[in-house]
């Protein structure tokens, strides 16, 4: 398939670049930057913006076979969802796919819950409050005549990169490992590669009106996690705990908060219905023995 891809030049957005051109497809780029980017396996690249959702208008040419939508959200729910109208518009009655990036994060914390599954009630932290409005103005589009679909992804580790990395670099900088909010408080995660994975498999299969935690470990606790991402920056202390307040000195308020979430979410349903596999080492052993080792 030859797949428009925005977020292409991201953390994710490389990942699934990547395994969409092993997989086969050609990656046609959504760049913010008219500057030519060298080395990455794209077919085309393509100019806009999502904060100008009518830098969008004639991206998705009758040759793009699927739309992949990793770029953030912009802030403002209707510049969002005009970005989701230019996107699905010429998709609408081809039966093509629209895959929309959202977040575990739109659940809130799960309480005493295991493993909630894609049918759990939304109940957003503050960074992502209107996230799920997104995702249904996305999976009304089934109704359209497009395969439109929503993949939720845990938080992210692998290559070095993403939160985990906040974390090793907050522990060399302050000399011990730190995690926020409770003691007890755990992360569904998921390696960026098998992730990726789940973008294809999804773009490729995933049927219409679909929505799919992308979660490897469903509940992983965050001070093993601190502890490893120490170990990764060299710095053997004991983790400490920081309030939200604390962290919101650095991090932000809205932030600091999405990162104190305890939560614990299955990511079953599209092992079995998606045939997904995720295979690469948990967030503690990537941590531990894997791309966070500082050289
Ligand atoms: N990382 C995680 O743990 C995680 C977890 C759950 C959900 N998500 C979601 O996954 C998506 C991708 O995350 P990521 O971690 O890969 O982010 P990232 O590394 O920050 O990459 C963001 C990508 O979006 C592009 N972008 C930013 N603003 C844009 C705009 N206004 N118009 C067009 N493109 C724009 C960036 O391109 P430039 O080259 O132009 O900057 C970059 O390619 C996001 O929606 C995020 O909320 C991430």
Request: aromatic share 6%; proline share 6%.
């Amino acid at each position: 398939m030859k797949v428009l891809l925005t977020g292409a030049t991201g953390y994710i957005g490389s990942a699934v670049t990547d395994h969409l051109v092993a997989a086969g497809h050609q990656v046609v780029a959504l760049t913010r930057s008219a500057e030519p980017e060298s080395g990455r396996p794209w077919h085309a690249q393509l100019v806009g913006d999502t904060a100008d959702p009518a830098s969008l208008a004639g991206a998705v040419t009758p040759d793009i076979e699927a739309v992949i939508h990793l770029a953030p959200p912009s802030g403002d729910a209707d510049v969002d969802s005009a970005v989701i109208e230019a996107l699905a518009t010429p998709l609408r009655g081809t039966g093509r796919p629209l895959v929309y990036t959202s977040g575990v994060w739109v659940l809130g914390a799960t309480g005493d819950a295991q493993e909630v599954g894609e049918e759990a009630p939304t109940n957003p932290v503050g960074l992502v409050g209107y996230r799920p409005q997104i995702e249904q103005r996305v999976l009304a589009e089934a109704a359209e005549g497009v395969r439109a679909v929503v993949v939720r992804p845990a938080i992210v580790y692998g290559r070095g990169g993403g939160i985990p990395a906040l974390l090793v670099d907050r522990a060399r900088k302050e000399g011990v490992p730190e995690y926020y909010g409770e003691e007890g408080v755990r992360w569904p995660t998921v390696h960026v590669d098998d992730l990726a994975e789940l973008f294809v498999a999804a773009a490729e299969r995933a049927e219409a009106g679909t929505l799919w935690h992308g979660v490897g470990e469903s509940a992983v606790a965050v001070r093993d996690v601190a502890q490893a991402a120490g170990r990764a920056a060299g710095v053997d202390a004991a983790p400490r705990v920081l309030s939200v307040e604390q962290a919101a000195e650095f991090f932000g308020a809205l932030f600091a908060d999405a990162l104190a979430l305890d939560q614990s979410v299955s990511g079953a349903a599209a092992r079995t219905a998606l045939d997904w596999k995720p295979s690469r080492p948990g967030m503690v052993a990537e941590l531990t023995s894997g791309s966070y080792r500082s050289a």
